[in-house]
C-alpha cells in the first residue's frame, strides 16, 4: 500500500502514523532511538507491506497490469489502490478527505526536522503539491506516475500505467475492495498484537 492506506491505517495514533510513515527510510533495525510506539509503526508498515504483496487479490491485479512494468507492478498497484481509497474516502472516514489530509500536513510539517532526511524531503513534496488529497483524480495519479518514472530513469515505463488505470478501473477497483477489506481485519488484529506485546 501506498502513504494514505498506511496513515489511515495507523488508527489515527500520532507515534504508529510516525513509524507508519518513515518505515521506508529506515534500514533494517536502525530505529531504536525512537519511542516504542513510532517503533510499533514501523514494525505495522512492514507487517502491512508483506501481507500486501503476498495477498492473492493483490497477485491478481498485478496480473492486470501490461507486461512491461516486470518488477515496478507492485508499485503501481501500491498507488492505484491509494487511488481507490481516496476515491471512496466516504466509505471509509467520517472525516472529509480535505480535512483529513490538511491534518496530515500540519502534523508532518510541525515535527518533520525530527524525522529522517527522505523523509522530511517527502513531507514537503507532499505538502507542495497536495498529494494525499490529489490521490483520488487521475491526474494526480498521473503525476504520481510520471515521477516515479523519472526517478527511474524511464526503466519503469511507470508513465504509462494511467492508461492500464483508465482501462482497468472496474476490475482495479472490485480487487482494492475486496482486498482492503481483510486488510483492515489484519491491520486490527496486528495493532492488538503490538500493543500486547508492549503491556507484557
Given at each position: 500500500?501506498?502513504?494514505?492506506?498506511?496513515?489511515?491505517?495507523?488508527?489515527?495514533?500520532?507515534?504508529?502514523?510516525?513509524?507508519?510513515?518513515?518505515?521506508?527510510?529506515?534500514?533494517?533495525?536502525?530505529?531504536?532511538?525512537?519511542?516504542?510506539?513510532?517503533?510499533?509503526?514501523?514494525?505495522?508498515?512492514?507487517?502491512?507491506?508483506?501481507?500486501?504483496?503476498?495477498?492473492?487479490?493483490?497477485?491478481?491485479?498485478?496480473?492486470?497490469?501490461?507486461?512491461r512494468?516486470?518488477?515496478?507492478?507492485?508499485?503501481?498497484?501500491?498507488?492505484?489502490?491509494?487511488?481507490?481509497?481516496?476515491?471512496n474516502?466516504?466509505?471509509?472516514?467520517?472525516?472529509?478527505l480535505?480535512?483529513?489530509?490538511?491534518?496530515?500536513?500540519?502534523?508532518?510539517?510541525?515535527?518533520?526536522?525530527?524525522?529522517?532526511?527522505?523523509?522530511?524531503?517527502?513531507?514537503?513534496y507532499?505538502?507542495?503539491?497536495?498529494?494525499?488529497?490529489?490521490?483520488?483524480?487521475?491526474?494526480?495519479?498521473?503525476?504520481?506516475?510520471n515521477?516515479?518514472?523519472?526517478?527511474?530513469?524511464?526503466?519503469?515505463?511507470?508513465?504509462?500505467?494511467?492508461?492500464?488505470?483508465?482501462?482497468?478501473?472496474?476490475?482495479?477497483?472490485?480487487?482494492?475492495?475486496?482486498?482492503?477489506?481483510?486488510?483492515?481485519?489484519?491491520?486490527?488484529?496486528?495493532?492488538?498484537?503490538?500493543?500486547?506485546?508492549?503491556?507484557?
Amino acid at each position: 500500500m501506498n502513504f494514505l492506506a498506511h496513515l489511515y491505517l495507523s488508527n489515527n495514533n500520532s507515534n504508529i502514523m510516525i513509524g507508519n510513515f518513515i518505515a521506508d527510510h529506515i534500514r533494517g533495525n536502525n530505529f531504536e532511538n525512537y519511542s516504542k510506539e513510532i517503533q510499533q509503526g514501523i514494525f505495522l508498515h512492514r507487517e502491512i507491506d508483506t501481507f500486501t504483496d503476498t495477498h492473492p487479490i493483490v497477485r491478481k491485479s498485478k496480473r492486470r497490469l501490461h507486461q512491461r512494468y516486470r518488477h515496478y507492478d507492485g508499485v503501481i498497484i501500491d498507488i492505484f489502490y491509494d487511488f481507490f481509497l481516496a476515491k471512496n474516502w466516504s466509505n471509509y472516514s467520517e472525516i472529509p478527505l480535505n480535512i483529513y489530509t490538511k491534518g496530515i500536513y500540519s502534523f508532518f510539517d510541525s515535527i518533520k526536522l525530527e524525522l529522517p532526511k527522505k523523509s522530511q524531503d517527502f513531507i514537503n513534496y507532499m505538502i507542495e503539491y497536495n498529494i494525499l488529497y490529489n490521490y483520488q483524480f487521475e491526474e494526480g495519479i498521473a503525476k504520481v506516475l510520471n515521477g516515479m518514472n523519472q526517478r527511474t530513469k524511464g526503466k519503469s515505463k511507470m508513465n504509462l500505467a494511467i492508461e492500464d488505470l483508465k482501462q482497468l478501473k472496474t476490475e482495479l477497483e472490485e480487487d482494492f475492495t475486496l482486498f482492503f477489506e481483510d486488510l483492515c481485519k489484519f491491520t486490527d488484529k496486528k495493532l492488538k498484537e503490538l500493543n500486547s506485546n508492549t503491556n507484557n
